[in-house]
């Protein structure tokens, strides 16, 4: 308050700053000012802070449980566990403290160390709706899927008003289960809550596009640009000249057009190349280097650059992707030839040459991916249980680049398939040695669709909730004519899948009952 004439003032309530230098030791303010520093971003500050605090008082769970807080964020996962542990052993209550232990487990991949911590936690306070979010995460990459969203629906049932990302979980976990109404409307939901929520479009453009929906879904699916969760805002260009939408005429104009995301990305959607030209645009392609020998020949392409080539001036560009939209693409007006990537006459004859007489059809295999892609552990199948399904009748030759440890010595001991990893250069020589199949077998990676471009015939092994383009309950593409589906009837089991193609081989080469008797390919 004011003082006399002199402007003197009587001592007002201590600024938290002057209080700590005044009181160095006071507990209270000390763990106070660790809260603050950590919620404005400080978090080293707020862990030294709380170390001081706890050299106060290191009985004080909230303490370390904030202190484990603060580690995790700044990734010192080790000290984070530390302080959690700390905690719980002074407060075996402390369901916070589980729960935040549990994030941390999940994230240094102890799955089932994570589960046990979620569960403590919410049979300690069964209110704890953001334990039942995390421990449904933890349950879906557990393979649970029904526990999973069991945990998710309680959370949502105790707390409506969630983050966004809690809807958006469920949404995932449903589009898993191949409920794709459901899965749409939690994603509406997240948008709801989040209207920004690039995540959330994309995810629920998968869903509407796997249904057949393609009018909502490509245009959900442009928000993969602004998406910070996947790898194409990272990938993201920026061109002075303007993004074609369709709208514009192309007559006489070029017309850039750029790869992104996989290999199969763009081998699929190369096939519109030639209607772009018919639009009488001249069509410059810029494609992965792997591919730029194969599709220099691509029907409509005036001039092709591998990436990180010098592009040529062009007056409008586009990402492939965004193709299907700028053309409308529905299920009925996909361009789908039945051939529209071609071999070069002598490179195929070069890989016949290499090849020993066969004593019957040759069925190339492809039977995994890239390791690192996100959804490989569903969509690939270990060597040797495919090999068990193959009649020993016909002859095996690898389409694999590299082939993983893991299926090594079930490659080395069957000699009798033909393995052309090291001879393979890039993707010209890939197809041509797909042009010297009878039939191609591969599970959802870039060879399938290298096959299907080239007209081949070609079984492609699904998982259970398999990748959009793809869509449900049908056996055909309608992006290939020549392609063949065959999918799981539940999750993680290829046993049934395996066996229909083992059925369907000995069919379509006529390989008799009695010949079949006599051995399989694993056998030999």
Known sequence: MSGGGDGASEPGPAHPARRLEAEPGHFEALFRSALTAAQSGHLRRAVELLDEALGLRPDHAPAHCNR???????????????????????QPDYAAAYSNRGNVQKKLGRLQAALSSFDRAVAIKPDLAEAYVNRGAVLEELGQFGAALRSYDRAIALRPDLPAEAYLNRGVLLAQLNRLELAVASYDRAIAIKPDFAAAYVNRSMASLLAGDFAAGWIDYEWRWRDETGTNAKERREFSRPLWSGQQSLAGKSILIY??????????????????????????????????????????????????????????????????????????????????????????????????????????????????????????????????????????????????????????????????????????????????????????????????????????????????????????????????????????????????????????????????????????
Not at 72 to 83: K, N, P, Q, T
Not at 326 to 333: I, P, Q, V
Not at 334 to 360: E, F, S
Request: net charge neutral; aromatic share 8%.
């Open 68 to 90: 484990g807080v603060a580690l995790a964020e700044l990734d010192d996962f080790a000290g984070a566990l530390s302080s959690y542990d700390r905690a719980i052993s002074l």
């Open 259 to 524: 790869s992104e995301q996989g290999l199969g990305d763009t081998l699929q959607f190369c096939r519109y190349v030639k209607p772009l030209a018919e639009l009488g645009a001249r069509v410059i392609l810029e494609v992965q280097k792997p591919l730029a020998t194969l599709l220099s020949g691509l029907a409509g392409v005036s001039h092709l650059v591998a990436r990180g080539g010098i592009l040529p001036p062009f007056d409008y560009q586009c990402p492939l992707l965004s193709l299907p939209l700028a053309f409308k693409t529905r299920l009925e007006s996909i361009p789908a030839a039945t051939r529209y990537v071609h071999v070069d006459p002598t490179q195929a004859a070069q890989w016949r040459g290499k090849l020993p007489a066969a004593p019957g059809p040759r069925i190339g295999l492809m039977w995994s991916g890239n390791a690192m892609h996100r959804r490989d552990r569903y969509r690939s199948v270990a060597l040797a249980e495919l090999i068990r399904y193959l009649p020993a009748e016909l002859q095996y030759v690898s389409l694999q680049k590299e082939v993983r440890e893991s299926d090594l010595p079930a490659l080395r001991s069957n000699a009798d398939m033909l393995n052309f990893a090291d001879a393979q250069k890039d993707f010209s020589d890939a197809a041509a040695l797909c042009e010297c199949m009878d039939l191609v077998i591969s599970v959802d990676t870039s060879i399938a669709h290298l096959s299907g471009a080239l007209g081949k015939e070609t079984w492609i092994l699904l998982p259970f909730s398999p990748d959009w383009r793809w869509l449900l309950d049908r056996v055909d593409s309608p992006w290939y004519p020549t392609v063949k589906l065959y999918r799981q009837e539940r999750s993680g089991d290829w046993s049934e899948v395996l066996a229909r193609v083992s059925a369907d081989l000995r069919r379509r080469f006529a390989i008799s009952e009695i010949t079949q008797a006599a051995g399989t390919a694993g056998a030999r």
